[in-house]
């Protein structure tokens, strides 16, 4: 069913050689950090938003000061919870926070308006 494709003027022995394969490349072992697994992390409570164009644009304005100040990106770890912490406490600090809703309540009203 397959053709094969080997040079008729070749022996074996060269074909066989054509065919060894190199070995893979090696691959830098990402090294995973131990997570201690009796820290519980809380969400943080949510944050508002810019509405208008105007103040998105400060916003923008603003990160793109500060990218500077942080750390390097090869250190992805470091730099993700930095640039995190960053966004966070901007929007929480300029706009406030909005307040955490009882999820029970939330849930009696979906299935009020479900109902209706």
Do not use: C
């Not at 969400?43 to 508002?48: A, D, H, S, W």
């Not at 164009?53 to 990218?67: A, D, G, I, S």
């Not at 299935?111 to 209706?116: L, P, V």
Request: glycine share 2%.
């Amino acid at each position: 069913m397959f053709k094969n494709f080997r040079n008729a003027l070749e022996t074996p022995e060269e074909s066989d050689k054509n065919l060894e394969l190199s070995p893979p490349p090696q691959r830098e072992q990402a090294s995973l950090e131990r997570v201690d697994s009796n820290i519980m992390e809380t969400p943080l409570i949510g944050i508002k938003l810019p509405k208008t164009q105007k103040h998105w644009t400060e916003v923008n304005t603003y990160f793109q000061l500060h990218r500077t100040s942080l750390p390097n990106v090869s250190d992805i770890n470091n730099f993700t919870t930095s640039f995190q912490s960053l966004i966070y406490n901007y929007f929480a600090s300029n706009y406030g926070t909005v307040k955490p809703q009882d999820l029970s309540t939330t849930q009696n009203t979906l299935i009020k308006q479900s109902k209706t």
